[in-house]
């Protein structure tokens, strides 16, 4: 999950005092923008787009208005909440695109780990309206995902190092050593594919901005990842065999 900075100018707007839960929200339109938000909520006389983060039906996270703030998304309950908005309309759309869907879950993640908190709730929750919508996967969404992906400062070289030396039964130190480097198995799809240092290598690729859209960190290395590796390898101007050997677990452990 990569998040999108929005710039927006808002009008006057609190700090917030305490987060302690987060309330989802569809947009109740079929198509629309985090822009298209903001400038509906800038016409209604508020600051700006009064949700903290947008998600787009092709699974892109935009963060709208800065985090710190009070939100304007569920009366009463802005507070102490973080807010999240679904583009579409759930009510009359049957089904969320799985890229929207896993995105969500996995900004859920991220976000309950960031704040130290567990409460998430559906607008209708806290207000009388059918938002997010009857058809909206509620339960999937605040459930959130196994492996938390990070923000790239959050889940860095370091303590992806420190995970491949838990999964290779090594001394959590952080650099990477002899040891280490010695231990790390070759990958790719048709070697040790079910390694188990497979899945922190997906949510690595992850934290550093490579989406696994359909299939998610499963640990499980497929084209979808292959196709994350290749794309690594070039960004880094290596050899792009689509295979994880020396060179490219080396790129991966640094910053
Ligand atoms: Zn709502």
């Known amino acids: 999950m990569k998040i999108i900075e929005k710039t ?3 009008g006057g707007m609190e700090i917030r005092k ?3 839960r987060i309330i989802l ?31 787009r039906k092709d699974g892109s996270v935009y963060r709208a208005r800065p985090e710190k703030y009070v939100g304007a998304h ?44 567990t409460r998430v709730q559906g607008h209708r929750d806290v207000g009388s309206t059918a938002c997010p919508g009857r058809y909206f996967p509620f339960e999937e969404i605040a459930e959130g995902v196994e492996n938390a992906p990070c923000e790239n400062c959050v889940y860095n070289g370091r303590s992806f190092i420190r995970d ?3 999964l290779l039964q090594q001394e959590e130190t952080g650099e990477a050593d002899e040891a280490l480097r010695n231990a790390l198995p070759q990958v790719s799809a048709s070697q040790n ?28 290395f497929g084209a979808e990842t292959g196709d ?28």
């Open 18 to 20: 305490s987060t302690r």
């Open 25 to 55: 929200h569809h947009a109740a339109a079929v198509t629309c923008s985090a822009d298209d938000v903001h400038r509906w909520h800038k016409a209604r006389g508020w600051a700006g787009i009064g949700y903290h983060f947008f998600i």
């Open 164 to 166: 491949l030396q838990k």
């Open 8 to 10: 927006y100018s808002f």
């Open 193 to 220: 594919r079910a390694h188990p240092v497979v899945k922190a290598l997906q949510v690595r690729l992850f934290a550093l901005g490579y989406n696994f859209p359909k299939y998610g960190a499963d640990g499980d």
């Open 74 to 117: 569920a009366g009463g309950a802005n507070y102490d909440s973080i807010g999240i908005c679904f583009e579409g309309n759930y009510d009359t759309e049957p089904t969320m695109p799985d890229v929207q869907r896993i995105a969500g879950s996995e900004l859920v993640s991220f976000l309950k780990e960031k704040y130290g908190i």
């Open 228 to 255: 994350a590796v290749e794309a690594f390898q070039k960004a880094r101007s290596l050899s792009a065999d689509r295979i994880v050997g020396e060179d490219t677990w080396d790129a991966l452990m640094k910053d």
